[in-house]
């Protein structure tokens, strides 16, 4: 499952950067960035109480394997639609 979520994560990339070349591609990387912030932040503000950070590596480690596999095959399909809705125009 996780060699697919790279797969598609980076045909992604390539997508992004075949329409709108570098500019974009560092947009697209920024956006990334604040999200994964953005979800970081959610998940330590989680817990009751003073904002408190969690270890980085503290949230998976929670996770079965069943959980886990279902948290990277929702990935896939949210890259997926992402890389279908931006393939569309896309000059081949």
Do not use: D, K
């Not at 697919?4 to 980076?10: I, K, R, T």
């Amino acid at each position: 499952m996780g060699l697919a979520a790279l797969f598609v994560y980076g045909m992604w990339y390539g997508i992004v950067n075949c329409r709108w070349g570098t500019l974009g591609l560092l947009a697209f990387i920024a956006v990334q960035v604040l999200v994964a912030l953005a979800v970081t932040f959610a998940c330590s503000r989680a817990g009751a109480g003073p904002l408190r950070l969690r270890p980085a590596g503290a949230y998976p480690a929670t996770l079965s394997a069943l959980e886990l596999t279902g948290v990277t095959a929702a990935l896939t399909v949210v890259c997926l639609a992402g890389g279908h809705a931006t393939i569309r125009r896309v000059p081949v």
